[in-house]
């Protein structure tokens, strides 16, 4: 087997793993100050490491500007991402995350010109058929989806479309990404851990303690950080296309992992959905 591959499985290995915690502190209704507070924290410290050797130009604006953009989409995405997990299915609350995509491709079509390929535009409609079919109101007793999680959903994939697109805005600034998402998550930490000092005082409703919450978070932080690692790994050694489509594998993970251990299950309307959203992200992978 060759090198990439097992990079990227180990890749969506990390990043299902990041799930399932972010899955085990929506069951127990963990506080999401404490939690992002212990992932960015940890996250930041990770990327201050790699990106040690270039933090002297961090003296550009630029770097600060797309810090602040990359950090609104990740610490937005990540906390309606939670929200998500706390009104919905798991495997299926991933598989719209990374429905993000779509909004990537239209805008990269618009500004820089890229043509939309057949499979790109089968997986695009692929995603889109999954928001309507979790949507759709069959027969008398069949509701549709909780408008709450669809809407939240919604906001997730345009932040972290803000995420992405800044990442990829980054690389055509040719600014060393390191340092930008190293700047971003300390910002990020830096905004929690103001919430957490004001929040301190209110009452702890979660079934667990704040220290399992934060010890929870940090561990979040460390897969991300392997999970992207890998990834950047595969990319350099192999084709993107077969490192994008491994990829999606992190949220079949996700969804039998939620299933075994928190024993959720998808009604059909939800299945028909989740396997469309991944077969959407298979064909934008092969494109």
């Known amino acids: 087997m060759e090198l990439y591959i097992i990079q990227a499985l180990l890749g969506a290995l990390m990043f299902g793993i990041g799930g399932l915690i972010f899955k085990w502190n929506a069951h127990y209704k963990g506080e999401e100050t404490y939690f992002f507070t212990g992932l960015y924290i940890v996250g930041s410290?990770?990327?201050?490491?790699?990106?040690?050797?270039?933090?002297s130009k961090i003296q550009n604006i630029n770097y600060h500007?797309?810090?602040?953009?990359?950090?609104?989409?990740?610490?937005?995405?990540?906390?309606?991402?939670?929200?998500?997990?706390?009104?919905?299915?798991?495997?299926?609350?991933?598989?719209?995350?990374?429905?993000?995509?779509?909004?990537i491709i239209i805008l990269s079509a618009f500004y820089y010109g890229e043509k939309i390929g057949v499979l790109e535009l089968l997986g695009i409609l692929s995603f889109l058929a999954a928001m309507l079919v979790v949507n759709l109101n069959m027969g008398k007793n069949k509701r549709p989806a909780n408008r709450s999680w669809f809407f939240i959903m919604l906001a997730c994939m345009i932040l972290i479309a803000f995420r992405n697109g800044g990442l990829k805005v980054v690389n055509e600034m040719v600014l060393t990404s390191s340092v930008v998402v190293a700047l971003a998550y300390l910002y990020c930490a830096a905004f929690f851990v103001g919430l957490l000092l004001a929040r301190k005082q209110k009452p702890w409703l979660s079934a667990v303690s704040k220290q399992k919450v934060v010890t929870m978070g940090a561990l979040t932080g460390t897969v991300s950080y392997g999970g992207l690692y890998f990834y950047i790994a595969a990319l350099k050694g192999g084709p993107g296309s077969i490192v994008v489509t491994i990829f999606s594998l992190d949220m079949f993970f996700l969804l039998l992992m939620s299933y075994l251990i928190f024993g959720e299950r998808l009604n059909f309307k939800q299945k028909v959905g989740f396997l469309l959203s991944a077969l959407g992200f298979i064909l934008i992978g092969i494109n």
């Open 45 to 55: 410290v990770c990327f201050l490491i790699e990106g040690f050797d270039d933090f």
């Open 65 to 103: 500007i797309m810090a602040a953009v990359v950090g609104l989409g990740s610490a937005g995405g990540n906390f309606a991402f939670s929200h998500g997990l706390r009104r919905g299915p798991a495997g299926l609350t991933s598989a719209f995350a990374k429905a993000n995509i779509v909004i």
